[in-house]
């Protein structure tokens, strides 16, 4: 085996593994406000979640080409492969990090502060245009549209049931809300499989073992939507907690609401614009959103703040983790 096909294999291992981590650090995007409510049973939304998640993974590649082919350019052979690995240990090692601490912060963001980070330690191609338009944009129009749409979603719920009994319009809520986590599953499988898809076609196509115009392989879609579901089928319980109830107490109407408006940004961003948004960012500050419709207060604004310092510092971070491992993959490899 020579060293390419070496580090092609390695590298799509690696993949995996942060797709892995992934699904097991985003699974309470989908489910933490439905096991919150009682709406589903912790293990039960798990697997609804890992099944939509693999289904979301066959639904489109537009974020894929945008993570693969959009962000950096790699020299092709061993060195280009070093720069991949790089980036993906980086956001893997700040995965880790804020899955530890249970702030949910950006798997996605993660990926592309690896990627710069790396890039820019060898001295590679950063498509600033790319990174502006498909990911600092998005970064910051798909919270705002979260937590804006969510609030109208909550505000025409109150409305429309404003002289219902609250307990049969609860229980109704519960029943809604297994439809509304299972399209905010499919939705993080839409989005977050595609980023690990984008990544190994590009391992593949710097090692040359496919065109820069090809598809992206079958058995990489594959690969990117079982990892990503075994990962959330493994439970992030630690951030499940941070965003079912330490940020707002939700009842099963503002679960649904705030399932809809993420799930509905994550779709429109993926199919219409191939950006790579945060599925975290989304649905957190649609959580935000249904919670100010009550009062202001009803939001706990001191774990808010220590999320959105997780956010901001994620690219930077995970871009200076990628950058050190290039230097050590470097000296070891070349």
Known sequence: MDLTLALVIGVVVVALVFDYTNGFHDAANAIATSVSTRALTPRAALFMAAAMNFIGAHLGTQVASTVGKGIIDAPNGSHGLVIVAAALIGAITWNLITWYFGLPSSSSHALIGGLVGSALASASVVHWDGVLEKVVIPMVLSP???????????????????????????????YAQTVSAAAMALGHGLQDAQKTMGVIFLALVVGGYVAPDDPIP???????????????????????????????????????????????????????????????????????????????????????GNIVTAWILTIPAAALVAALSYFALHALVE
């Not at 804006?148 to 609860?170: C, D, E, V």
């Not at 990962?231 to 319980?237: C, K, M, V």
């Open 218 to 304: 079958q058995w990489v879609i594959l690969a990117a939507a079982a990892a990503i579901s075994l990962g959330t089928y493994a439970g992030g319980w630690r951030i499940m907690r941070t965003l079912g109830r330490r940020i707002i107490a939700l009842d099963p109407p503002q679960g649904f609401a705030a399932e809809t408006a993420a799930s509905t940004v994550l779709y429109v961003a993926a199919m219409g614009f191939g950006a790579p948004i945060s599925t975290t960012h989304t649905i957190t500050s649609a959580i935000m959103g249904v919670g100010a419709t009550k009062r202001l207060s009803a939001v706990r604004w001191g774990v808010a």
């Open 144 to 174: 705002t549209i979260g937590f804006s749409l969510a609030a109208l979603i909550m505000i025409a719920i109150y409305w429309i049931f404003r002289n219902r009994q609250p307990g049969k319009t609860n229980r109704g809520f519960r």
